[in-house]
C-alpha cells in the first residue's frame, strides 16, 4: 500500500507533461482552435473599445456639425458624418459601450438568476419543479424576439427595459439548461457520498453540484452573449430599445438613418459592420470554448 | 403510438392555457390607463365617456372574468376587435397570416438547399480548407443580424440599378415573377439564417454517424463512397435536422417581425409590430397567442415525429 502511494507520489513528480502556465495554454488555444483565438481577439478588441470609449473617440458621438451633414468618408471623419453632422465613427465606437453593456447585463442577470433557478429547480424536483418547468415551457412557445417585443411594449420603450426583457428571457433559457445538468450531476456517487455524510442542502448545492455546472454555464452565457446583443440591437431597430440621442447600432440602422442611406450608404455599412464583428467574435470564441469545456463535442 | 399522441396532446393544453395567461397577464400589466394611452387625449375626456369606453371593451369586469371572456373567445376563434379600426382581430390576421406562412415555406427550402450539401462536405472534410469555410458560412449566418442585411440586400442594388421592391404586395396569381421578386429576397435571407443552424447540426450529426459500426460495414462491403454517404450516413444524420427544423418555425415566426418590416410585407410579424407601436393591445394579444400556438403545435409534431422515428421515445 506505501509503495503504491510512494510510486504514484514519485510518478506525479516526474511531470511527463511540461507545467502549464498561462501562456502556453493561450499559444495551444491559438494553435488548435484558431477560429476561437480570432474570435477572442475580436472580443478583447470590442471590450477595449467599450472601455475606452471615451477616451478614444475622436468627436463627441452627441456633437451635432450642421456645416458636416453627411460628409463622406475623409481623413476628417474617417466613416463619414450622419444626416445632423455627428461623426460616424465616434457613434459606432460609443454604440460598443451601450451593446457590450447590454450584453453583460443580460447575461449576469439572466444567466446568474437562471442558473440558480436552474439548480434549485433541479435538486429538489417535486411540485416547485414541476410548476418552474410548466411555465420555462409557456415561456419558451413564444418566437424570443415577439415575446421580448411584448415585454418591452408593456415596461416602455428604453434601453434599461430591454435589458429586463432579453435578461428574462436568457433566465428561462439558462434554467431549463442547468435544471438538466444539476439533475446529471446529482445521481453521481459523490453527491450520495455528501448527503450520506450528513451535507446540508445548501453545502451540497455551493461545493458539490456547483462547481460542477459551472462548465455548462459559461458555455451557455458565451452564447447567450452575442444573441442578447442581438436581440437589444434588433429592439433598438425597431425603435424598442436604446432611445435617442444615446448612440447604439441598432438604432443607427433604423428608420431615422434609413431615409439618408441611399445618398450616404455609409450610414448602413458601419454599424452593421460592428454589430456583425462583436457578435462573430462573440460566436467563434464561444464555440471554441464549448469546444475545450465539454470533451464530448470535441473535435465535432 | 395512439396512446403516446394522446398522452402529448393532453400535454400540450395546459402548455396553452399556461401561455394564455403569460400573454393576459403581460397585456394588464400595462402601467397607466389603457383607455387614455389609446386615445391619447384621455384629459378632454369625462369620468363617464370614460367609464362608457372602459364598459365596452369590458374592462370595468373582474380580472379573471376578462380573463375568462377572452379565452372563450379564442375557443371560439373570436380576438375581439382591434382598438385602432374596431375590425376584428381574426380579420387582420386571416388577411396577413398567408403572407408570412410563405415567407417560412420559401425561407425554410432556402435553407435546406444550402444547408445539406455544405453539411455534408464540411463532414467529409473535417478541419479542411471547406470546412473552415463552410464553417465560417454558418457562423457568420448566425452572427449578422438580419436587419442589417435586409437592409443591404434593398440598398444597394437600388443604388447600383436603380432597383426596388414594389410597395404593395403583388398576388401570385396576378403576376408570378414580381410576387416572387418581392418574396425571395427576403426568403433567401431568413432562409440563411436558418441554415447556419442546419449545417452546425448536419455536421455535428454527419462526424457522429460516420464513425458508426454500419458505416464501416457499408465501406468494408465495397461501396461506393457517395452511396456510403447518401444512402447510409445522410439518411441517419438527417434525422435530427429534419426534426429540428420544425422547431425553426419559431424563430420564423419571430424573424418575420424584422424582415417583414424591413421589406414591408404586410404579414403578420409587421402586424404585430404596428399593433405595438399603435398600442393596439388586442391586436397584440391576439397575434402573440396565434404566434405561440403554432410554436406549440409545431413543438408537438416534432416531439411526435421523434417518437415515430425512434420508437425507444414513445416507450419512455
Sequence with gaps: MNTTTEQITQLQGLR??????????????IRKKPLGAMGGFILIGMWSLAIFADFIVPYDPLALHPRDKLIP?????????????RDVLSRVI??????????????????????????????????????????????????????????????????????????????????????????????????DAARALGASHVRILTRYIFPNVTAPILILASITLGNSILVEASLSF????????????????????????????????????????AVLGINMFGDALRDVLDPKLRGR | MQQYILRRLLLAIPTLLLVSVVIFTINRLIPGDVILSLLGEGGRLTPEELARARRELGLDKPLPLQYWDWLSGFVRLDLGNSLFDGRPVTEHIMLRFPITFELAILAMIVAIIISIPLGIISALRQDGLLDYGSRLFAIAGLSLPLFWLATLAILFPSIWWGLSPPLEPTSFFKNPTAHLYQFLLPAFILGYRLSATNIRMLRSTMLEVLRDDYIRTARAKGLKERVVVMRHALKNASIPVVTIMGTQLAFTMGSSVIVETVFGLP??????????????????????????????????????????????????
Excluded at chain 1, 111 to 139: H, K, N, W
Design chain 1, 238 to 277: 425597431l425603435g424598442l430599445g436604446t432611445q435617442p440621442p444615446t448612440p447604439s447600432w441598432g438604432r443607427m440602422l433604423s428608420s431615422e438613418g434609413r431615409f439618408y442611406m441611399e445618398i450616404a450608404p455609409w450610414l448602413a455599412i458601419w454599424p452593421g459592420v460592428a454589430i456583425s464583428m
Design chain 1, 16 to 29: 511527463l507533461r511540461p507545467k502549464r502556465n498561462f501562456v502556453n495554454s493561450t499559444l495551444t488555444f
Design chain 1, 73 to 85: 468618408p475623409d481623413s476628417m471623419y474617417l466613416m463619414g458624418t450622419d444626416y445632423l453632422g
Design chain 2, 267 to 316: 404579414g403578420t410579424g409587421k402586424l404585430v409590430v404596428d399593433a405595438i407601436l399603435l398600442r393596439d393591445y388586442t391586436v397584440v394579444q391576439g397575434t402573440v397567442m396565434l404566434f405561440a400556438t403554432i410554436v406549440i403545435f409545431m413543438n408537438l409534431i416534432v416531439d411526435l415525429t421523434y417518437g415515430w422515428l425512434d420508437p425507444r421515445i414513445r416507450y419512455n
Design chain 1, 94 to 191: 460609443a454604440g460598443a459601450k451601450v451593446s457590450m453593456y447590454v450584453g453583460l447585463m443580460t447575461v449576469l442577470i439572466g444567466t446568474g438568476i437562471g442558473s440558480v433557478l436552474g439548480q434549485i429547480s433541479g435538486y429538489f424536483r417535486g411540485t416547485f419543479d414541476l410548476l418552474v418547468q410548466r411555465l420555462i415551457d409557456a415561456i419558451q412557445a413564444f418566437p424570443s424576439l415577439i415575446l421580448a417585443l411584448a415585454i418591452v411594449a408593456m415596461l416602455g420603450p428604453s434601453l434599461e427595459n430591454a435589458i429586463i426583457a432579453i435578461a428574462f428571457l436568457n433566465a428561462s433559457n439558462a434554467a431549463r439548461v442547468i435544471r438538466g445538468a444539476t439533475m446529471a450531476i446529482n445521481e453521481n456517487q459523490y453527491v
